[in-house]
């Protein structure tokens, strides 16, 4: 592992634990050249299906694809980075769960668009904007007065 502050690749590892989402180990190491200190984090990647998109080409799963998305919608909203983190982990471990070889890019984007209705209204409507890509106002209304029809049976 190569030091973030020499660059030198040798270190030890002082300390592992897995993360307390259990997606992670966090490994503490050592620069045996400049002697400082830094955490690493491996994820386990294999298991994650190929993504069918519209066209039906496949991709391989991609988890920056969901976070960039989940910083667009939630840009300027006050939503930390560890719970857009926390989404995208829950997304994966839900693929991962299923054991699906191949998933519909549209089941990943409602998987999205569910876990953002519970976390900001907002950002469930920025992003439900784009990813369905509403044809006119109707539809845009449509879907805001399903989501206030959702708001008030909770």
């Given at each position: ?41 491996e994820?386990?990647?294999?298991g ?15 988890r920056?694809?969901i ?46 668009m ?5 976390l ?19 539809e ?5 007065k ?7 049976e909770?």
């Amino acid at each position: 592992m190569k030091c973030p502050f020499c660059n030198d690749p040798e270190s030890k590892v002082l300390d592992s634990r897995m993360s307390k989402e259990m997606d992670t180990i966090r490994r503490r190491r050592e620069c045996l050249k400049c002697g400082k200190r830094f955490t690493t984090a491996e994820r386990l990647e294999e298991g994650l299906p190929l993504v069918i998109k519209k066209d039906d080409r496949r991709e391989v799963f991609d988890r920056t694809k969901i976070l960039n998305g989940l910083n667009k919608a939630c840009e300027k909203r006050p939503i930390s980075i560890t719970n857009i983190e926390k989404i995208v982990s829950r997304i994966e471990y839900i693929l991962l769960e299923k054991g699906d070889r191949e998933i519909k890019a549209t089941e990943i984007g409602q998987l999205v668009m569910d876990e953002l209705r519970k976390l900001d209204e907002i950002a469930y409507v920025r992003f439900a904007s784009v990813y369905r890509q509403f044809k006119d106002i109707n539809e845009f209304m449509e879907e805001l007065k399903d989501l206030l029809l959702k708001k008030d049976e909770a």
